[in-house]
């Protein structure tokens, strides 16, 4: 059996006796306790690790109790963490609220029990566990689908160089065989016709594979870039469709990340087939666009919209068919956003956002959250 693994519990009290007391009561617990005997150590503390609960004195010289887990709350690390309030005096129901809008989870009062104080600590600590598990598998389920994504568009590639490399040329050499034995026969009129039938099915394979290959990986997304990848889809989109696509991307864009440019490609491709599938509109556009350090994508129809009851918001988008998924997922892995807005009888708009210092390289990080704990 797995050992179970151990979570951070900080005690927070500026007298070091009751500080003894607390560790001596929770020392059963078999987690690791940490001490601090200040607000301003136990915000230290909480840059340095990552705590599962926080056990704090409400009376404290220079920040209180309510000061500290107000300054805790408002950094974006700590939103989750398990505050409980130890008070050695008499709160009043305002009090309370004061601790609760502050961030508190419980209150323990002065006498402690201590099979009260190891059976509250013990519950936020293992939530605080069962959490992190759970943050795990999630993130080992995203490794797997970046590398399912990963080698199916590689297989993709590969398979788009074989249709054209091996398969396309193998029907040009079977053209010419037939425009050859075409002009030996010229003589023969039911010989030339049926070959001239032969090589105009041929000739329709050579195209079919041609564009086959093509949609599976556009070369020129790989040799130019997602702009003119999107220029040939959807100039060929709209002659097989009889949409009317409108795109409009800034000339001066540029190259992005080879995995943004294919997520996006990907993105423009799958909302394009679920328009001619689904909409029933006779046009669309795509708007491809940068500002505020994030790309955005924008696809958008005059359809018939979506039924109501579909699952449009948040990271819930199941009812919606396994192509919305794994565009969604596409978006997620690059740390962006996918948002859906349809109507019935008028249209949809899917947009994705992604940061720039994720699809353009050699960007700048993004800048980190600024941190409203205050400095030291």
């Not at 023969?188 to 039938?197: F, I, S």
């Amino acid at each position: 059996m797995k050992p179970k693994e151990k979570v951070n519990i900080l005690m927070v009290d500026d007298q070091p006796g009751k500080l003894l007391s607390y560790e001596a009561i929770l020392e059963g617990l078999d987690e690791n306790l940490i001490k601090a005997t200040s607000g301003r150590e136990a915000l230290e503390q909480l840059l340095k690790n990552d705590i599962a609960v926080v056990l704090m004195d409400v009376s404290m010289p220079e920040l209180d109790g309510f000061e500290v887990a107000e300054m805790i709350r408002q950094h974006p690390r700590f939103h989750e963490t398990a505050i409980i309030f130890i008070s050695a005096i008499h709160l009043t129901d305002v009090d309370r609220l004061k601790g609760y809008e502050r961030g508190a989870v419980d209150y323990i009062s002065v006498p402690i029990v201590p099979e009260l104080l190891r059976a509250k600590v013990s519950v936020f600590a293992e939530l605080h566990r069962k959490a992190r598990q759970l943050e795990a598998a999630e993130e080992g389920l995203r490794q797997l689908s970046r590398r399912l994504m990963k080698t199916q568009d590689e297989e993709r590639r590969r398979i788009a160089r074989e249709l054209h490399d091996s398969l396309g040329q193998y029907l040009a050499a079977a053209k010419m065989t037939i425009d050859h034995l075409r002009a030996t026969f010229n003589g023969n009129v039911e010989a030339g016709k049926a070959l001239g039938d032969a090589a105009g099915q041929v000739e329709t394979a050579i195209v079919e594979t041609r564009t086959l290959s093509y949609l599976l990986h556009p070369p020129l997304l790989d040799e130019i870039g997602l702009t003119s990848a999107l220029a040939w889809y959807v100039e060929g989109f709209g002659k097989r469709s009889g949409i009317a696509v409108h795109v409009q991307i800034p000339a001066t864009f540029g190259r992005l990340a080879s995995e943004a440019e294919t997520a996006l490609f990907r993105v423009v491709q799958e909302c394009l087939t679920n328009v001619h599938r689904h909409s029933g509109s006779s046009s669309a556009s795509v708007t491809l666009s940068r500002a505020g350090g994030e790309l955005k994508l924008e696809v958008k129809d005059q359809g018939k919209g979506m039924p109501k009851g579909m699952s449009l918001n948040g990271s819930r988008y199941a009812d919606l068919g396994v192509g919305m998924q794994g565009i969604y997922e596409r978006v997620r892995q690059l740390h962006g956003k996918m948002d859906i807005q349809s109507e019935e009888g008028k249209g949809t708009t899917l947009t994705v956002t992604i940061p720039e210092a994720v699809a353009i390289p050699g960007a700048s990080e993004s800048p980190t959250p600024k941190q409203a704990v205050r400095s030291a």
